[in-house]
T-cell receptor
Framework: KAGVTQTPRYLIKTRGQQVTLSCSPISGHRSVSWYQQTPGQGLQFLFEYFSETQRNKGNFPGRFSGRQFSNSRSEMNVSTLELGDSALYLC????????????FGPGTRLTVL | KNEVEQSPQNLTAQEGEFITINCSYSVGISALHWLQQHPGGGIVSLFMLSSGKKKHGRLIATINIQEKHSSLHITASHPRDSAVYICAVGNPSGSRLTFGEGTQLTVNP
């Protein structure tokens, strides 16, 4: 079974731009969660989608948004990028519940200049 | 105070040593997860447990629900065990994971 894939793997943007990251979950997994990882804050929960609906959202500003498609693929978008948005963005999929065993993608490393 | 706290933050061991990483949490949980992250970022789920003890190869995870504490043990450590080990707890409603800050383990040959 193919694992979780994320594209792109690396991205360099400048302040004020917007970015879209993509995540394809394991086949059959309907829950997709997104996380931000930075050296100072560690792993932080962004949001979780299930059956095209956002079920939960972490404590991030509205510049961070996402969506899920009918095939469970998910995208996240960050608008008006700030330097502090530089981070590793990870998505993870699970069968139905984000507190089940999660399978992580390799991440997208975003650098904002 | 963080909801999930790990100790130690950094750990250096010699190959073959027995290693213990601790995780304490202050909230109710549905389950506790141990994750491993290698350089480059990839995260692998090692264990999910809600009671007792689980073993997989040289890795053992235990949890004490009453004391809100879990330990991850590595027996006969090897340099390939060098990684960051992260404890995460699922909230009772099953809506999200909360993560500890991680333990950087280095095993020297």
């Amino acid at each position: 079974k193919a694992g979780v894939t994320q594209t792109p793997r690396y991205l360099i943007k400048t302040r004020g731009q917007q970015v879209t990251l993509s995540c394809s979950p394991i086949s059959g997994h309907r829950s997709v969660s997104w996380y931000q990882q930075t050296p100072g804050q560690g792993l932080q929960f962004l949001f979780e989608y299930f059956s095209e609906t956002q079920r939960n959202k972490g404590n991030f500003p509205g510049r961070f948004s996402g969506r899920q498609f009918s095939n469970s693929r998910s995208e996240m978008n960050v608008s008006t990028l700030e330097l502090g948005d530089s981070a590793l963005y990870l998505c993870a999929s699970s069968l139905a519940d984000p507190t089940d065993t999660q399978y992580f993608g390799p991440g997208t490393r975003l650098t904002v200049l | 105070k963080n909801e999930v706290e790990q100790s130690p933050q950094n750990l250096t061991a010699q190959e073959g040593e027995f290693i213990t990483i601790n995780c304490s949490y202050s909230v109710g949980i549905s389950a506790l997860h141990w994750l491993q992250q290698h350089p480059g970022g990839g995260i692998v789920s090692l264990f999910m447990l809600s009671s007792g003890k689980k073993k997989h190869g040289r890795l053992i995870a235990t949890i004490n629900i009453q004391e809100k504490h879990s330990s991850l043990h590595i027996t006969a450590s090897h340099p390939r065990d060098s990684a960051v080990y992260i404890c995460a707890v699922g909230n009772p409603s099953g809506s999200r994971l909360t993560f500890g800050e991680g333990t950087q383990l280095t095993v020297n040959p």
